[in-house]
């Protein structure tokens, strides 16, 4: 297949994911609330939780309560993540305003998501500025599974020079979010560094961020696929001016064996996803392999053929083929990588402590989560 045709078809594979969302009414983000929302602070001290009331729920001082009736439906405290059967948030017409959500990227405990409309708007932690995006449209939203910082590519409809521009907000301690000038394009996301690109067609790789290990020193030459985990960056490096041959690259920490790619050629790379100390890559005949650290079995992926797939810490999850239902291995403290919803999903993303996938059937249905951490879009 034509290289620039099998980016279109991973651009298009990956185009409809989408935020996140729990089953009414909980969406188990701590009180303060967005009370012009219709949501309400439920509880006290530590164990306050937004609500939204549904239909025979009320509060009180311990938390929500449930009418014995509604037990059944999901409409429960944490009752985890699943589909509205009739959402609350497509007749609210404050929440009706806002455009759906077409992509996303999940962080460490934070996740992006960029709007039809252009705009893009964050949930979960917020502690370095992760979560509060700058204002203004853009092309793309990019995170990393162990990352405390975001980054987008800006629509600048005013300045020709400065469409497409790389801009990060969150965590700087390590220069994370000062892009080189004149980066046109991000592609990975580590802990602490970021890979991207200041060539239209992506193949001329910049790095910055902590450097460490050399995670953020690419070798010369260009590169495709380029994924990050912790303290290392993975690529496909063709062979020559071929883009059909080529040969995995990993550059940085070594410690658990994560610089040691197996043999796959450019031409067979689906997809490359990075997180922690280990990394994973599916090809065209759905088979998976990943190496690096796997003292969570991590680095076991279970047999089945399988598309796109995310990594973070110490798990992982992949789409089946055929069928997209979701399937993860590993483990990140027990909490990230169970209990995966059941459907059709586009694709799934990974963070360190929730996930994110959006059901696929063509109506921009309201993204799901699931982990410790996790929140709707508003």
């Not at 709007?115 to 979560?131: E, F, P, T, V, W």
């Not at 162990?146 to 469409?163: E, G, L, P, V």
């Not at 995670?215 to 912790?230: E, M, V």
């Not at 690096?292 to 399988?306: E, I, L």
Request: charged share 10%.
């Amino acid at each position: 297949m034509d290289h620039s045709l099998r980016l279109t078809v991973l651009l298009i594979f990956g185009a409809s994911l989408g935020g996140c969302t729990s089953a009414v009414p909980l969406d188990n983000s701590p009180c303060p609330c967005p009370s012009s929302l219709g949501y309400m602070c439920c509880g006290t001290g530590s164990a306050a939780r937004c609500i939204r009331p549904a239909e025979g729920q009320t509060c009180s001082g311990s938390g929500p309560t449930i009418d014995p009736s509604l037990k059944d439906t999901g409409a429960g405290n944490d009752a985890g993540p699943s589909v509205d059967a009739q959402p609350a948030d497509v007749g609210d017409p404050d929440v009706r305003t806002l455009s759906p959500i077409s992509s996303i990227a999940v962080g460490a405990a934070h996740a992006c998501g960029l709007r039809l409309d252009h705009s893009i708007s964050c949930i979960g932690d917020n502690s370095k500025g992760q979560a509060t995006p700058p204002g203004g449209q853009f092309y793309g939203v990019f995170g990393g599974a162990d990352a405390d910082f975001t980054c987008a590519s800006r629509i600048d409809k005013s300045d020709f020079n400065k469409d497409g521009l790389v801009v990060c907000w969150g965590d700087n301690t390590y220069g994370q979010i000062s892009p080189p000038a004149g980066t046109k394009s991000v592609s990975a996301i580590g802990a602490r560094h970021a890979c991207g690109s200041t060539a239209a067609d992506g193949s001329t790789v910049v790095c910055w961020g902590d450097n460490s290990y050399g995670q953020a020193s690419p070798p010369a030459g260009p590169f495709y696929y380029l994924t990050a985990g912790r303290n290392h960056t993975c690529a496909v490096r063709p062979d020559g001016d071929s883009v059909e041959t080529g040969t995995l690259v990993c550059w940085g920490d070594n410690s658990q064996g994560q610089l040691n790619a197996p043999k796959v050629h450019l031409s067979s790379v689906m997809w490359l996803s990075a997180g922690g100390d280990h990394t994973c890559v599916t090809d065209w005949s759905y088979q998976a392999w990943c190496w690096g650290d796997n003292s969570r079995g991590q680095s076991t992926p279970p047999v089945g053929s399988m598309g796109g797939l995310s990594v973070a810490a110490g798990h992982a999850c992949a789409t089946t083929m055929p069928g997209y239902q979701i399937v993860c291995w590993g483990d990140d403290w027990g909490t990230a990588n169970t209990g995966p919803p059941s459907g059709i999903f586009n694709n799934v993303f990974v963070g360190d402590n929730f996930n994110c996938a959006q059901l696929s059937d063509g109506s921009w249905p309201p993204p799901i989560c699931w982990g410790s951490t996790y929140q709707p879009w508003y």
